[in-house]
């Protein structure tokens, strides 16, 4: 899952205003009402996550993504859906192995992502608070290496602030211990690292040494691939499904988003042999790590006449950790499904995920999500809880039955 912002947590937003109430009548579509009834206790989605996982880290343009794929495709023929792939190319940007040394020790970190690379060597400044305007008045940073904490403002903002207060280069420590992936999101002209808190709370006790920042990047084209499922001759759905199956360098995925995945399919297969199949397409999103650049290219490869028949996309995203299951995009749709099952909670969710350049383009979006977790985007995101793979599921399959039972559906984002 990509940066997401939620309740505070900097991160990269993608916001939807502006829309108002459409009325769309639904003609010549008999009503679907004895569908899906069954509760899922399927074993099916932990045997995906699990399959997934095992074959390691799911990065973009890799030959595992390949094998992925391959497994996705299997399944969904298994189900008795056809499947064709969505290609799509994007710049990706690398981190070759980036660090900062201080007093002779190499502390490895990660380079924000659309960094510029370089190399510096400078005294180490600390800037008190956040990297605010007014922080950098505090202190004397021309020349130097600037040393900021993580929060209350955006890495580009920070990393501007430093620049033109003279920095020469910007490490921004992580306001936790884990560590921080993020990005810029914007030009600045100096490099920016990031290093975890564990790793880089210590450096504020430092009385402004000379330290080596190297940075190590790179921009390299890749190909990602969408895989879409769909029932033989459907080709205009009521509802798109949706979830990304690729993970980050380092992490397996298991949370992010192997859960989503599995629920996806667990949804597609107990609805494969019901009425209510015809009316989905199932999509597994390539780069989504890297930029939502799957969904994104899905939306932009659409016709407007195929974007503007959809009654919803739904979006799963880390739903194999923590219980309270939150949901976010449409009030129509949040309100839909707290209607369902009234234990679930909304919250703002406005980008960060696949449903994001749906609801840019205008299609009421539905994401399902669970919050975030200490296992977030490291080697340790290898388990999920199976129960919560089935609560979802059957939250989303009870979810696409109320819209696709509908003849009229009103949207209001």
């Given at each position: ?372 977790e200490p296992n977030y985007h490291t080697p340790d995101d290898k388990s999920i809880e199976p129960r919560l793979l089935d609560e979802t599921s059957q939250v989303g399959l009870n979810v696409l039955k109320q819209i696709l039972n509908s003849d009229t559906v009103t949207v209001a984002m």
């Open positions: 899952m990509a940066k997401l912002l939620v309740a505070g947590v900097s991160v990269l937003s993608i916001g939807v205003t502006g829309c108002t109430p459409v009325l769309e009548e639904r003609t010549e579509r008999g009503t679907l009402l004895s569908q899906a009834e069954s509760t899922i206790t399927s074993e099916s989605a932990i045997a995906d996550v699990q399959a997934l996982v095992k074959l390691g880290s799911r990065v973009t343009g890799t030959p595992v993504m390949e094998q992925a794929r391959a497994y996705l495709i299997e399944q969904y023929t298994r189900a008795g859906y056809e499947t064709r792939t969505q290609t799509f190319t994007y710049p990706k940007f690398e981190d070759l192995g980036s660090n900062i040394t201080v007093n002779g020790r190499t502390i490895n970190g990660r380079a924000l992502n659309g960094s510029i690379a370089g190399k510096q060597s400078a005294r180490l400044v600390a800037v008190p608070n956040v990297g605010q305007t007014s922080d950098f008045a505090a202190v004397d940073v021309k020349g130097a290496i600037a040393l900021i904490r993580r929060g209350e403002i955006p890495f580009l903002q920070k990393a501007q602030n430093a620049a033109k207060a003279g920095a020469v280069g910007v490490v921004i420590v992580n306001n936790e211990p884990g560590d921080l992936y993020g990005t810029l999101g914007g030009e600045v002209q100096i490099p920016v690292l990031a290093l975890s808190g564990k790793v880089g709370n210590s450096l504020f006790e430092s009385q402004q040494p000379q330290v080596s920042l190297a940075i190590n990047t790179r921009q390299r084209t890749v190909t990602g691939t969408n895989v879409i499922a769909h029932l033989p001759g459907v080709t205009q759905p009521r509802v798109v499904v949706g979830a990304h199956y690729d993970s980050v360098p380092g992490s397996p995925g298991a949370n992010d988003n192997a859960s989503g995945t599995a629920v996806m399919l667990d949804v597609a297969r107990n609805m494969a042999q019901t009425p209510l199949a015809r009316q989905a397409w199932f999509v597994a999103f390539d780069g989504e790590e890297d930029g939502l650049h799957g969904s994104r290219s899905f939306v932009s490869q659409a016709q407007p006449s195929f974007l503007k028949r959809l009654d919803a996309m739904l979006n799963f995203d880390m739903v194999g950790v923590n219980d309270q299951l939150l949901v976010g995009g449409t009030q129509s749709l949040t309100k839909l499904t707290q209607a369902t099952q009234s234990d679930i909670s909304v919250f703002d969710s406005q980008g960060g995920s696949d449903h994001a350049p749906f609801a840019r383009a205008g299609v009421p979006v539905l994401f399902f999500y669970r919050g975030q």
